[in-house]
């Protein structure tokens, strides 16, 4: 298996993995130690079978930089169990840490899936319930690939549902401001719903004041996906697959897509995205959950929050990107240092004043190319850590502005402003309109392909001096 890659400012990564069998999981770990660590090299890497290790540093990037694959140097998947799509309890997968060499086995990687109640068209859904080793738990419906419960420890090992949502599929079905869904095709906005490919404009619905948002009336939030299990080495997930048809909510092209949950060993929650099409169109997949790491016990003025980015895409009063690209420093958009999201949000910035608080793109540093850390996010009260790393070029930082208390969530939490925070991994808003943005034009026989992670952790109290 051969994963050669570009390191942030063109300069070569080159893994190459032979057969490691019973060493993977700890050169998995090796390798994600040298290249978290070493941030100011470029390296190849090479195992061979016999366990030797070449290292080559090469010339200095800029940025933490991951392989791609986010570390997941396993070998291949273990094809999904068919047998599994039916039944209450469809499969239980059976992998502890101490299956694959750990010590601390503590429970199994588990999955079931279970029926999740129809859709008004008769469209049976299922809920794919994942548990790791470590207890981290998510929830996942077939209706628009949401994520319906996200459970991570606190610092002292106490487990909360970390993300907003509906206690039942009926709010869901009715009245989601995307909870936990998948967006598409095309995610954020398309300036008054118009684009222009190979001289032929298009035309799609304007579901944002004059604008065009997440796919339209019927996105890929809206829709069924088909499902199946999945499970290997370092995780199990839900592989779901979507056709968008030609001309569905107005853009061309039969779309093929693929979007895979992975609850990992590492406490990560990993997206991996897969689209082809059979005619030219656009494509900006991404997840828009809202997270909240005290558990919604409170608004998430509290958290801090690190972007890796020094500019952001500033937008007119629609929150369409003016095409500028403008650096953060000396602005309240500037969290390349840990900043609580309630030091500034009310500041007097024009950008600010549009989005009603932060509802902006942020241009990452080094993004686009290979798994980067896009954003941190740290809650001091129960010590959770959230780490966002993702293949894509930006990340929306929403801070739950249109939360206004008139949505009771699940265990009847009310969402009071500022709730919950999205981090939408993506190609920047209103790209088919932006020739200077990084396309997302995506043609026959291309492949769409990104990767986004969210990583969980806790960190230690800090005491106070007396
Ligand atoms: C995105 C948008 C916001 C808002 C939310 C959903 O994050 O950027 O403006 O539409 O989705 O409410």
Redesign the pocket.
């Known amino acids: 298996m051969r994963r050669p890659g570009l390191c942030a400012f063109g300069f070569r990564t080159q893994i190459i993995v032979c057969d490691l069998e019973r060493k993977v999981g700890m050169a998995r770990e090796q390798l994600r130690l040298v290249l978290l660590g070493v941030t100011s090299l470029s390296i190849t890497i090479i195992f061979c079978p016999c366990g030797l290790l070449l290292a080559d540093f090469g010339e200095p990037p800029r940025l933490l930089v991951e392989d791609k694959s986010g570390g997941e140097l396993a070998p291949a998947r273990e094809p999904a169990p068919r047998e599994a799509k039916a039944g209450v309890i469809a499969a239980k997968v059976g992998i502890s840490r101490a299956d694959s060499g750990g010590k601390e086995a503590k429970q199994k990687m588990n999955i079931e899936v279970k029926p999740f109640g129809q859709t008004p068209l008769g469209e049976k859904l299922d809920l794919y319930s994942l548990a790791n080793s470590h207890g981290l738990k998510a929830e996942i419906m077939t209706y628009g690939a949401i994520v319906v419960s996200l459970q991570v420890p606190d610092r002292q090992g106490r487990m909360d549902d970390i993300v907003l949502g509906y206690g039942n599929l009926t709010d869901y079905l009715t009245k989601n401001?995307?909870f936990g869904a998948i967006?598409g095709r095309y995610?954020?906005?398309i300036a008054k719903g118009k684009f222009t490919l190979d001289g032929v404009q298009y035309s799609l619905a304007a579901n944002?004041g004059e604008n065009h948002?997440?796919g339209g009336i019927k996105g890929f939030d809206k829709v069924v996906w088909k499902a199946e299990p999945i499970k290997h080495r370092d995780g199990v997930g839900v592989k779901l697959m979507y056709l968008a048809k030609d001309g569905e909510e107005g853009y061309p092209g039969n779309l093929s897509c693929t979007v895979t949950y992975t609850l990992t060993e590492r406490n990560e929650l990993k997206i991996e995205y897969l689209a082809t099409t059979d005619k030219p169109t656009v494509v900006n997949l991404t997840h828009?959950g809202y997270f909240n790491l005290t558990g919604c016990q409170r608004d998430i003025l509290g958290h801090e929050i690190m972007l890796n980015a020094d500019r952001f895409t500033p937008v007119d009063a629609g929150?369409i990107p003016t095409g500028e690209l403008r650096l953060v420093k000396g602005t309240p958009m500037d969290f390349t240092r840990p900043t609580p999201i309630g030091d500034r949000v009310g500041s007097n910035y024009e950008q600010l004043k549009f989005?009603g608080g932060y509802?902006?793109n942020w241009v990452l540093n080094g993004g686009g190319r290979v798994l980067v850390l896009a954003a941190r996010v740290y809650e001091a009260t129960t010590g959770r850590v959230m780490d966002v790393l993702t293949t894509e070029p930006g990340i929306?930082f929403?801070c739950?502005?249109?939360?206004d208390g008139t949505i009771t969530g699940k265990k009847g939490i009310v969402y009071n402003h500022r709730y919950g925070f999205?981090l939408?991994t993506q190609h920047y808003?209103d790209s088919p309109n932006k020739p200077n943005f990084p396309s997302t034009v995506l043609r026959p026989g291309e492949t769409y392909e990104t990767t986004t992670i969210y990583r969980f952790s806790t960190r230690k109290a800090v005491r106070k001096q007396m």
Do not use: I, M, S
């Open positions: 401001p995307y967006v995610g954020n906005r944002d948002l997440h828009h929150l989005g509802d902006h929306q929403y739950g502005n249109f939360l999205c939408e808003p």
